[in-house]
């Protein structure tokens, strides 16, 4: 016969009530309290009375993850991102969790710090949690993908967003990075810059592959020569920022424009003019990527490249979403590409012919 409970055998304060702790005080089974929890026509109305004034006095929560998966059925996305710092990650996931929540999703967020061995924990993690579905943006340091083949052979729906494989077809939500180098090139040889260096990102990641050649085109089309030496590759940092400013600086003949493929790596740049005595934008002018929150407030305020970052998020959960309904949807393999805008601002402005 069941052992009616006393007060001793809740919790102590803080911890959360659970059916178990319901079942004693009671003296029914767990079974009993979560039928009359979910108005089953099993139990009588005295005892589901009983159950649900009990509960309300001890405000019982319950966990429905744990009866989600029960069931098999997850509510969860998961999310890794390379961290959540700054604006642009910030932004998308928060787009993220708008558009989970409207579709009655939760989300679990994991950071992987740019490190491809804590992204494969991540995504291991995120699997042993049942997600119904994961959204990715790569580490910088991923350069091998094969710890996606675990989500794709459980069948778990898997959708990149911003940095995604190279050479691989993937489910994607991407900006037109290609298109946010052009715009930003084009418009710094609109003021008159003669000599436009680029800060490049690492070249084995899609993003930065795409805004190097975005610059290139530019400089084509207005029939500049590329010039090898005006390109650094660096590590998106303030401090790489730096570094390659400083390389730049001393070439025999120093570029009066900078296109940095992140904002970070422009804001060292900046502090590595301003210490020169460079002027910006007279001497130099500079644009970047991000629209980071900073930008605005750097002086002067910095050009960048606004990537549309919540649109991002909630594009790249209607098709996992998709995916989820639909899992035969993920042989299809397609992107869903977002245009770049770029958000002009004192960093940049010369007027043309260097006015």
Request: charged share 20%; glycine share 8%; aromatic share 4%.
């Amino acid at each position: 016969m069941a052992r009616r409970g006393t007060s001793d055998d809740l919790p102590a304060n803080g911890a959360p009530v659970s059916m178990a702790d319901l079942a004693r005080e009671l003296g029914v089974s767990t079974t009993t309290i979560s039928r009359a929890l979910s108005d089953h026509h099993s139990i009588g109305p005295a005892t589901k009375q009983k159950v649900l004034k009990l509960a309300k006095k001890l405000n019982y929560q319950p966990n429905h993850l744990a009866a989600a998966l029960r069931r098999g059925q997850s509510r969860l996305l998961g999310v890794v991102v390379p961290y959540i710092e700054g604006r642009f990650f910030a932004s998308v996931v928060h787009g993220i969790e708008q558009a989970a929540t409207k579709a009655g999703y939760s989300v679990i967020i994991c950071q992987s710090s740019e490190d491809v061995v804590q992204e494969r924990r991540n995504i291991d993690t995120l699997l042993g949690a049942q997600v119904a579905g994961l959204l990715v943006s790569l580490a910088r340091g991923t350069h091998d993908f094969r710890h996606f083949d675990k989500v794709r052979k459980r069948g778990t729906p898997l959708v990149f967003f911003d940095r995604t494989p190279a050479a691989e077809a993937v489910n994607a939500v991407v900006l037109n990075d290609r298109a946010g180098g052009y715009i930003s090139t084009q418009h710094l040889l609109a003021q008159g810059c003669q000599r436009v260096a680029h800060i490049a990102g690492p070249p084995h990641m899609t993003i930065y592959q795409g805004r190097r050649q975005g610059y290139l085109d530019a400089l084509a089309d207005a029939g500049r020569p590329a010039d090898a030496a005006l390109v650094v590759d660096a590590d998106m940092t303030q401090e790489d920022g730096e570094r390659a400013m400083r390389a730049l600086l001393a070439l025999p003949a120093p570029p009066d424009a900078v296109f940095a493929a992140g904002d970070s790596a422009l804001l060292g740049a900046l502090q590595v003019l301003k210490a020169a005595g460079r002027r910006v934008p007279a001497d130099v002018a500079l644009a970047g990527f991000s629209n980071e929150g900073f930008t605005l407030i750097t002086e002067p305020r910095l050009t960048s490249v606004d990537q549309h970052c919540e649109e991002m998020g909630q594009a790249a959960v209607r098709m996992l979403l998709e995916l989820v309904a639909d899992p035969g949807r993920a042989s299809a393999q397609r992107q869903v590409v977002l245009q770049p805008e770029l958000m002009v601002r004192e960093s940049s402005l010369r007027g043309p012919a260097g006015a």
